[in-house]
């Protein structure tokens, strides 16, 4: 009689510091990128439109920054998920694998308002929605660059504190 014995993968955690690293990084990012967004990019985009996805009547810079900060914040969290439970946690964990993976999420994060915040803006009633997509020369080449700016400190800091 044999008996068959079946080797499953490890059950990947993610640890507080990743988590964090998730949050800091993001905040970090979001401060760098919305400086970029108030005072490069030509749409009032913190004072007007970020507070707009939450039927908040701008300017509302304040409301515009805490906003985005959040959002920064999620998508930090979103990170070190995707790399965390994903076939990239390795190139993640090096510094500069980290910077390669940064550069292509904030790629991936430009989707959002190119694709994303035109539609969410349409359908909360926001006068000022873009079209959909966003696509518009430099804005969306700056958004781009704001994004990977934010990008960057995220993955960054996810390689300097993983718990292995």
């Known amino acids: 009689?044999?008996?068959?014995?079946?080797?499953?993968?490890a059950l990947r955690t993610v640890h507080g510091g990743e988590w964090i690293s998730g949050i800091v990084g993001g905040l970090i990012g979001s401060v760098l990128f919305g400086l970029v967004m108030q005072f490069v990019m030509p749409q009032p985009v913190l004072e007007m439109a970020i507070p707009a996805m939450y039927g908040i009547q701008g300017p509302a810079l304040l409301a515009g920054w805490l906003l985005h900060l959040f959002h920064g914040i999620v998508l930090g969290v979103v990170y070190v998920a995707l790399v965390q439970f994903g076939p990239l946690r390795e190139t993640a964990g090096r510094i500069g694998g980290s910077?390669?993976?940064?550069?292509?999420?904030?790629?991936?994060?430009?989707?959002?308002?190119?694709?994303?915040?035109?539609?969410?803006?349409?359908?909360?009633?926001?006068?000022?929605?873009?079209?959909?997509?966003?696509?518009?020369?430099?804005?969306?080449?700056?958004?781009?660059?704001?994004?990977?700016?934010?990008?960057?400190?995220?993955?960054?800091?996810?390689a300097l504190f993983r718990s292995d």
Do not use: D, Q
């Not at 539609?119 to 994004?147: C, D, R």
């Open 99 to 158: 910077i390669g993976l940064g550069v292509g999420y904030g790629i991936v994060t430009t989707a959002l308002p190119v694709f994303v915040m035109p539609l969410w803006l349409s359908a909360v009633g926001f006068a000022g929605a873009p079209p959909f997509p966003n696509i518009a020369i430099p804005g969306t080449v700056v958004s781009l660059l704001g994004h990977v700016v934010y990008a960057v400190p995220v993955a960054v800091g996810y």
């Open 1 to 9: 009689m044999t008996t068959k014995t079946e080797a499953r993968p």
